[in-house]
């Protein structure tokens, strides 16, 4: 077979997506039998209880905050946004990877996203559940957070749309829908796999009514394609516009600090950095716990992963840079003193905890031997999350020193703002938990598509 | 206007039920309330709670529900009148506002005046008579009285005493003439712990007359302070204000402005104005002032000897400096004045009124009027009362207002002097130090429920007449008196006319009352100004005396007690507004600390909340320090009445009584050790950063820079010319406000502050969310010292919104809760704001402030009486700002449209520019050239942040300094 590859665009031989050379037979074996083992792993409930109680640690707070006000945070005049902003970008932007890695890298024939497609879909779709608590939560009146809707109303009340806010409820709004819709097109040809081997009624029943009568028949496959690729096509522009959209409510206000035109594409390289950087995580936690799914996530894909941590890693610390030479060339006083105050002023800490994790930490992804040991990958992984965060927050912290002195302060967290954080991670991760018992992790469709058994011309079968 | 009695007045029905005696329930009528409670919610649970609104039965004749009324009033604090006019919405006083046809305010106000409103509806005030520690009543009084009365009447008063603080009144000055005819043998003593005494002395020992003086500070072109804090704390604080001000005008290149060298130890407002301040221990204050002298001698004035080099040789201020003052001084005879603190020994005083009298000033900036119808503090007196009590020759002590347990010196133990003391009838606001051990006690009226008059220092008669009846049965000092000469019982009202008919003659008592309740004042035409001859021989052999027992040292480490800008002498402690307001200088609220300068901290390894133990003697004190810029060296600060923590729920959060080492022989200034303990303390402040860090924030020059160039402020920015994307609104029709805040004539007094939290129903948050930078003053006043850490400059600038036409606040609302309205103003809509705050991040001035808990829902019902009708009461979770006191427009328009006129140019008066004793703010329509505000826009005038196009209605007019130029090189 080797030899006939003579033509331009024979190349080298290519790894295989998946390895261990799975028939499509197994590989729902595989994936369908996490979900359909009948005894659930002691690890699986330890984790749930763990995160459902951070869960319900975050209702319990939320309550509270409801009851009290916002002053249970450290929120204060000229801080008025605190840990909440914080946590909203930093989950929109995790909430990146997800549609980067269905749309873009499906419209770009990137095979090898089929192995990590699904989950990175469903991070996306509980991150981005995440963000959407905060920007309801963070308002000194919940109780009336519709009216940042454009609802009629008979006062005849309307939203201001020139407020960036504005513009956030319908970005982030429609990122989710079409995020949640492209995931659920992606998730019906398996849920028919599992109606088809579900064993007891209620289980048929639910996959019945979930796979929408999914036949695989050669016409639904042909709409299927379709309406998936355009689903991709109305997707990638959202992926760029949403945490630009997010960005705006920065960049478009006067404080020096937040007032740059850098922002948009900063903060969509810092999405996906950080939104790469938690598949990642996930991905390491995936196939340690589920070992048979090895073959699909191969090391190749963690490698690949790391590799776009690097770029996006180093194009934020290229904004990180360009925003102080700007602040310099500027020649705004105040421009220069924001940035100045960020690196030497009494939220330094904060700054180089960023520089160091999102700058530094991927550079170590040049080496080929870092780039494949799993520790190193999981470690760093973590590091440039905590390093995101850290962005989001030396950002939002910006207003603690603007144009007039007398005003300047400083903001401590309180129980409440770590308490909601966290809990926001015990919600994520609930229902991630959640996503892998039930529903296939993987996407079982695609990756039998990328096995060489899919190739019409596997077994040397040439049209020719 | 109308003549109101205690009687007749509002109804206040309402009110009793703060009366209700102390619950004592039985366990079945527990269960019956309960019961009828949860049935009753179980009624209205889901609706909000039932508010009746009683309508007047007999509507008083020009009361027009929602319309408000004013009267005129007075009140006093020590020997100062400050002429009132008091605002009353259906018969409850919402707003005190200064006189302004009244010499002593003119108009403007301080902090106080401002904060007593709050004092009225203080519901920790006393509620009922005690005697002892059990609930009686007035007539249980009167009673018991009657008895002690009969017997003092026939052995001629002895062993009764009388304790009160200084007052001013003619009615109780006639009550204290009555008293001492009435029983020769009792004692009268007269205690303030913040007095000016010494000045009286001094003038005394000066003149060998009872002396007050009277400061025409408008007249002064150059002005002398020695360690006088005369725009701030000092007597009669506002006039001087005012006057300082008029004399400080520049409103164009021609304009002369008046030179202020002050001289100090502690950084006061005074000083802080200064074009020149030298710093010096206050005890080296007496050697720099002999150094003048001597310097005016050597320049050809006759100083009788007060030139003697053994005299000035102590003064450690370079030679040059004096010189150039002294010179100064001389060049402006007739026109300068030199004025010496309260704090400063009789002696200084008099040389001060001889030095005055040489540069021929006397009658001219400054005059002398005989005290009238009052009554000053008197240290010889609080002696021998003391004596008296040792000796335990008093049965009977009488003690009218105050708190003399907590502010007498420390080694004046009043509680342990009264032990033996048979009866102690204490008039007081609050149950306090002294109230604990009184065998009676009654609840003191707050003067706007009282009747009673004033007479102010340049002679003015002023009346005090109630707006509201008593909330708690208290009674006014001039009807207890009444009761302790007489035993009937008599109200105010008959005794304060009986006075003003003694005033006016009979034959036109009722019409000049009348005219007197509605002016509240009454000019009278006999003056009280006197002159005098001086016994310079005599000065010279005290100022010798004085000089021979006085040492100083250089390394001593000084102590100086001064009256607090919050609470006074501890009168204000459960104040809540003045507590939250932060000390002009310091900007700390809610606590006070020992001000230290820089280089007395390094030495002694001190930072910003040290607690160190303070030692006078034996007395000793645990406070922390904060460092002040321009503090002398050796030499801390204190401030008086603090720690008062026994009057309230205000109170008992208040920091360190400086009177507990503060000694009958050191009243003022005093030589102590400091130790520093281990301990480290967060002192609440409103401002962190006290520099200005180079920005063009608050612009100032000198009046020379000046006169060459009056564009400098507006030049001091390059503001580019901007093209708009779109086509903008024009603001050129009808009323467009605007306001102009002239830095140059600001003390940062603090006065507007508390003016707008009292007229826009502004809460108070507390001591820790205020540090936390949760404080929600519309208005603040942002102070920033040079980094000239010995001889700092000090600057104020108010901030409040500053309504900009591009207002960065509104873009970003999502739900369009801020607006901008035709007339250019920036509105708050609280019903739709949400609470994203947004719009105080994108603010640039910050002076949004946000609701982050419901600091209005827990207030004591007494305290919603004090809210102004006109202005929301914000709920938790909405933004609030500074409106341009938008319901006084909108009741100006209205009144004006219903008249078919327009709104005149000065007509809508902001609260803050009401309350300013400067005239610092002017508020107006824009678009109207002939308007003040345009006018003040046209001089100095510049813009905060233009430079982004946020196009302020609000401007600031430049700082101007006039330093002397044959010292600048020196200081």
């Known amino acids: 077979m080797k030899s006939f590859e003579n033509t331009l665009t024979a190349q080298e031989p290519i790894k295989p997506l998946i390895l261990g050379n799975p028939s499509f037979s197994s590989v729902t074996e595989t994936i369908s039998g996490i979900c359909e083992k009948k005894e659930t792993p002691i690890w699986w409930w330890i984790a749930l209880g763990i995160s459902g109680l951070l869960s319900l640690n975050l209702a319990a707070m939320i309550g509270y905050l409801v009851w009290e006000g916002t002053g249970i945070w450290g929120l204060n005049i000229p801080v008025s946004w605190g840990w909440a902003i914080v946590n909203f970008v930093f989950w929109v932007g995790i909430g990146h990877a997800g549609t980067l890695i269905s749309a873009i890298l499906f419209l770009m024939r990137q095979k090898w996203r089929t192995s990590i497609n699904r989950f990175a879909e469903a991070m996306t779709i509980f991150a981005v559940l995440c963000a959407a608590i905060f920007p309801g939560i963070h308002v000194g009146r919940m109780w009336v957070m519709h009216w940042m809707f454009p609802l009629p109303n008979q006062m005849g009340l309307w939203v201001n749309f020139r407020s960036p806010l504005l513009w956030d409820v319908f970005a982030v709004g429609t990122y989710f829908t079409c995020s949640a819709l492209f995931w659920y097109t992606g998730l019906i040809p398996d849920l028919a796999t599992f109606r088809d081997r579900a064993k007891n009624r209620i289980k048929k029943t639910i996959f019945g009514v979930l796979s929408l009568g999914w036949r695989g028949g050669n016409k639904q496959w042909k709409h299927y394609e379709l309406a998936y690729l355009l689903l991709a096509g109305i997707s990638t522009p959202l992926v760029l516009s949403v945490h630009s959209v997010v960005s705006t409510d920065f960049a478009v206000s006067i404080i020096p600090g937040w007032h740059t035109t850098i922002f948009p594409p900063y903060f969509v390289a810092g999405a996906i950095f950080s939104g790469f950087a938690m598949v990642l995580t996930l991905s390491i936690i995936a196939r340690a716990i589920f070992p048979q799914i090895k073959n699909f996530i191969t090391m190749d894909h963690l490698g690949k992963i790391a590799k776009v941590i690097l770029l996006t890693g180093t194009m934020v610390g290229y904004a990180y840079s360009m925003e102080f030479f700007i602040a310099w060339y500027s020649g705004n006083d105040y421009e220069r003193f924001a940035f100045i105050n960020r690196a030497l002023g009494p939220f330094a800490w904060a700054y180089w905890i960023m520089i160091t994790c999102n700058v530094l930490t991927p550079q170590i992804f040049w080496f080929k031997k870092l780039r494949s040991s799993i520790p190193v990958l999981f470690i760093a992984s973590i590091i440039v999350n905590i390093g995101m965060w850290f962005e989001r927050f030396v950002i939002v912290m910006t207003l603690h020193r603007d144009f007039l002195p007398s005003s300047w302060d400083y903001y401590t967290p309180t129980m409440f703002d770590i308490g909601i954080f966290v809990g926001s991670f015990g919600f994520f991760f609930f229902m991630f938990l959640l996503f892998l018992r039930f529903l296939p992790m993987i996407s079982m469709t695609e990756i039998k598509g990328v096995l060489p058994q899919a190739d019409p011309h596997h077994g040397g079968n040439s049209h020719e | ?971």
């Open chain 2, 1 to 971: 206007m109308k003549d109101i009695n205690n009687n007749d007045i509002i109804n206040p029905g309402s009110l009793n039920k703060e009366d209700k005696p102390s619950s004592e329930l039985s366990r079945r009528s527990f269960l019956k309330i309960m019961g009828g409670s949860i049935a009753y919610m179980a009624v209205t649970g889901c609706r909000r709670p039932l508010e009746e609104i009683v309508p007047y039965v007999e509507a008083p004749e020009e009361a027009i529900l929602g319309n408000p009324e004013k009267y005129a009033t007075s009140m006093t604090l020590g020997m100062g009148v400050y002429g009132l006019v008091v605002t009353s919405f259906e018969g409850r006083p919402t707003k005190i506002e200064g006189n302004a046809l009244h010499s002593s305010s003119r108009g403007g106000s301080n902090a106080f005046m401002q904060a007593e409103i709050l004092n009225l509806y203080d519901p920790d005030r006393l509620k009922k008579c005690y005697k002892g520690n059990t609930i009686n009543s007035w007539d249980g009084f009167k009673q018991d009285w009657s008895e002690i009365h009969e017997k003092y009447t026939e052995n001629q008063g002895e062993g009764l005493a009388i304790l009160s603080q200084s007052f001013c009144s003619p009615t109780l000055f006639r009550q204290y003439e009555a008293y001492k005819k009435a029983f020769p043998k009792a004692t009268w003593t007269v205690f303030d712990p913040v007095s000016d005494e010494n000045i009286f002395k001094g003038l005394s020992l000066a003149t060998g007359k009872s002396l007050r003086p009277n400061y025409k500070f408008e007249k002064a072109k150059v002005i002398l302070s020695l360690d006088s804090d005369f725009l701030h704390l000092g007597a009669d604080n506002v006039a001087a204000a005012r006057g300082f001000a008029d004399g400080r005008q520049v409103n164009s290149t021609h304009d002369k402005m008046n030179r202020l060298y002050t001289v100090e130890s502690n950084v006061t407002l005074t000083g802080a104005m200064a074009d020149h301040r030298i710093r010096l221990k206050s005890s080296e204050v007496f050697a720099f002032s002999l150094a003048i002298a001597g310097e005016l001698s050597r320049l050809g004035l006759n100083t009788n000897g007060l030139d003697d080099r053994n005299l000035n040789s102590k003064c450690s201020v370079d030679g040059k400096v004096i010189k150039a003052i002294a010179e100064d001084l001389l060049s402006n005879k007739g026109q300068s004045v030199i004025i010496a603190g309260s704090t400063q020994p009789s002696e200084l005083h008099a040389l001060v009124v001889v030095l005055n009298d040489l540069l021929g000033n006397t009658g001219k900036t400054v005059t002398y009027n005989k005290i009238t119808d009052a009554v000053a503090a008197n240290l010889n007196e609080l002696n021998s009362l003391k004596a008296d009590l040792t000796n335990k020759s008093i049965e009977t002590l009488v003690i009218l207002g105050g708190d003399p347990a907590f502010n007498f010196p420390v080694d004046y133990n009043l509680k342990a002097l009264c032990k033996d003391v048979k009866n102690v009838i204490f008039l007081g606001n609050h149950k306090n130090s002294t109230s604990e051990f009184c065998s009676w006690t009654i609840p003191q009226n707050h003067f706007l429920e009282s009747w009673g008059d004033a007479r102010s220092s340049d002679g003015t008669l002023s009346i005090v007449q109630p707006l509201i009846a008593p909330l708690y049965k208290g009674h006014s000092t001039i009807e207890l008196m009444n009761i302790i000469l007489t035993g009937e019982e008599r109200t105010g009202y008959e005794l304060s006319r009986e006075t003003w008919a003694g005033i006016f003659g009979l034959l036109d008592s009722e019409s000049k009352w009348k005219e007197v309740l509605h002016e509240g004042f009454y000019n009278s035409p006999q003056s009280l100004e006197v002159t005098f001859s001086i016994d310079a021989t005599s000065i010279k052999k005290s100022v010798g005396k004085y000089l021979s027992d006085y040492k100083p040292i250089q390394s001593d480490l000084e102590l100086t007690f001064s009256a607090d800008p919050s609470v006074y002498d501890g009168r204000y402690a459960n104040n809540g507004w003045l507590q939250e307001a932060p000390d002009p200088i310091t900007k700390i609220n809610w606590t006070n600390v020992a001000g230290i300068s820089p280089g007395t901290a390094d030495k002694n390894s001190l930072i910003n909340g040290d607690v160190v133990e303070i030692k006078n003697g034996k007395y000793a004190l645990n406070i922390p320090v904060w460092i002040i810029p321009g503090l002398a060296e050796n030499s801390l600060a204190l401030t008086l009445g603090n720690g008062n923590k026994k009057l309230g729920r205000i109170s008992e959060l208040s920091g360190y009584s400086s009177y507990t080492i503060r000694t009958s022989e050191s009243t003022n200034i005093c030589t102590v050790r400091m130790t520093r303990t281990s301990e480290n303390l967060v002192i609440p402040t409103t401002q962190k950063h006290p520099y200005v860090e180079d920005r063009p924030l608050i612009r100032e020059t000198e009046l020379k820079e000046y006169q060459k160039h009056p564009e400098f402020a507006q030049d001091m920015v390059h503001v580019p010319d901007t093209q708009s994307l779109w086509e903008e609104h024009q603001y050129d029709e009808g009323n467009q406000w605007g306001m102009t805040i002239d830095l140059n004539l600001c003390i940062g007094c603090n006065s507007c502050v508390l003016a707008c939290q009292s007229e826009n129903n502004v809460p108070i948050v507390g001591s820790k969310p205020s540090n936390y930078g949760r404080e929600m003053h519309w208005l603040r006043i942002d102070r920033y010292f040079s980094k000239d850490e010995e001889n700092p400059t000090v600057r104020f600038q108010p901030v409040a919104c500053q309504h900009c036409e591009m207002a960065p606040c509104e873009s970003v609302c999502p739900v369009a809760a801020t607006n901008h309205d035709q007339e250019g103003l920036n509105l708050m809509v609280y019903n739709r704001c949400v609470g994203t705050r947004y719009c105080a991040n994108n603010c640039p001035y910050k002076v949004r402030r946000f609701n982050f808990y419901n600091y209005t829902n827990e207030y004591p019902e007494i305290v919603k009486m004090s809210q102004n009708p006109d202005v929301t009461v914000r709920s938790r979770g909405v933004m609030e700002k500074c409106s341009y006191c938008l319901h006084r427009i909108n009741r100006i328009k209205r009144d004006t449209k219903l008249s078919g006129s327009k709104v005149q140019d000065g007509a809508v008066v902001t609260a803050c520019q009401q309350a300013c004793p400067t005239g610092a703010i002017q508020f107006g329509n824009i678009n109207d050239p002939d308007s003040k505000v345009v006018a003040a826009k046209k001089v100095r005038n510049y813009e905060l942040l233009a430079e982004f196009n946020t196009r302020p209605r609000t401007s600031y007019q430049a700082k101007i300094r006039n330093p002397n130029p044959d010292l600048k090189k020196l200081i």
